[in-house]
């Protein structure tokens, strides 16, 4: 099992361009998660997923979206890169009911 | 006040001594904690659960206290490969799998 991958690992971005952080997991777990990473503070959850189809809203969503159309992949959508949102973006998955979170390798992004 | 809070360090400790540290959570309602591990520029992983009576893996003892709502990381005999940053993680909502991270504690063993 490749567990969590995601890509690309470093991407550099001008402000106002877009991109997908792609999240992929092997698991068949139902939970999915995208966290934010910034030097000296905890990780920040953006956005979650339990399922396929559903998705919500965690602590700090606003300029990303989501979508999960599949069990196996969880995209993070960034619209508008302002250089607020450098940072280095982890996926995680986990089972339904079991608390052990498995993260990706994780993407560093830099806006400039 | 944050919702976890640690000592950031660095903590720069000799191999096969024996270091503790400590991390406090806000919320009385939070029902599961845990510690992560997180080498230089890696994801965050598991390294153990910890149980409202302690326990115990190997060279590492966590224990949780309710009352005063903290919770440690005892590492017995330090090896060089401990050397990493520790996150204490706390689940708020019972079924409800979103973590909270803690800020983590910077660990350097030193030869």
């Given at each position: 099992n490749a567990g969590v991958t995601q890509t690309p690992k470093f991407r550099i971005l001008k402000i106002g361009q877009s991109m997908t952080l792609q999240c992929t997991q092997d698991?068949?777990?139902?939970y999915m998660y995208w966290y934010r990473q910034d030097p000296g503070m905890g990780l920040k959850l953006i956005y979650y997923s339990v399922g396929a189809g559903i998705t919500d809203k965690g602590e700090v969503p606003n300029g990303y979206n989501v979508s999960r159309s599949t069990t196996e992949d969880f995209p993070l959508r960034l619209e508008l890169a302002a250089p607020s949102q450098t940072s280095v973006y982890f996926c995680a998955s986990s089972y339904e009911g079991r608390v052990e979170q498995f993260f990706g390798p994780g993407t560093r992004l830099t806006v400039l | 006040r944050k919702e976890v809070e640690q000592d950031p360090g660095p903590f720069n400790v000799p191999e096969g001594a024996t270091v503790a540290f400590n991390c406090t959570y806000?919320?009385?309602?939070?029902q599961s904690f845990f510690w992560y591990r997180q080498d230089c520029r890696k994801e965050p992983k598991l390294l153990m659960s910890v149980y409202s009576s302690g326990n115990e893996d190997g060279r590492f003892t966590a224990q949780l206290n309710r009352a005063s709502q903290y919770i440690s990381l005892l590492i017995r005999?330090?090896?060089?490969?401990?050397?990493a940053t520790y996150l204490c993680v706390v689940r708020?909502?019972?079924?409800?799998?979103k973590l909270t991270f803690g800020t983590g504690t910077r660990l350097t063993i030193i030869p």
């Amino acid at each position: 099992n490749a567990g969590v991958t995601q890509t690309p690992k470093f991407r550099i971005l001008k402000i106002g361009q877009s991109m997908t952080l792609q999240c992929t997991q092997d698991m068949n777990h139902n939970y999915m998660y995208w966290y934010r990473q910034d030097p000296g503070m905890g990780l920040k959850l953006i956005y979650y997923s339990v399922g396929a189809g559903i998705t919500d809203k965690g602590e700090v969503p606003n300029g990303y979206n989501v979508s999960r159309s599949t069990t196996e992949d969880f995209p993070l959508r960034l619209e508008l890169a302002a250089p607020s949102q450098t940072s280095v973006y982890f996926c995680a998955s986990s089972y339904e009911g079991r608390v052990e979170q498995f993260f990706g390798p994780g993407t560093r992004l830099t806006v400039l | 006040r944050k919702e976890v809070e640690q000592d950031p360090g660095p903590f720069n400790v000799p191999e096969g001594a024996t270091v503790a540290f400590n991390c406090t959570y806000s919320n009385s309602a939070s029902q599961s904690f845990f510690w992560y591990r997180q080498d230089c520029r890696k994801e965050p992983k598991l390294l153990m659960s910890v149980y409202s009576s302690g326990n115990e893996d190997g060279r590492f003892t966590a224990q949780l206290n309710r009352a005063s709502q903290y919770i440690s990381l005892l590492i017995r005999d330090s090896k060089l490969s401990d050397s990493a940053t520790y996150l204490c993680v706390v689940r708020s909502n019972f079924g409800n799998e979103k973590l909270t991270f803690g800020t983590g504690t910077r660990l350097t063993i030193i030869p």
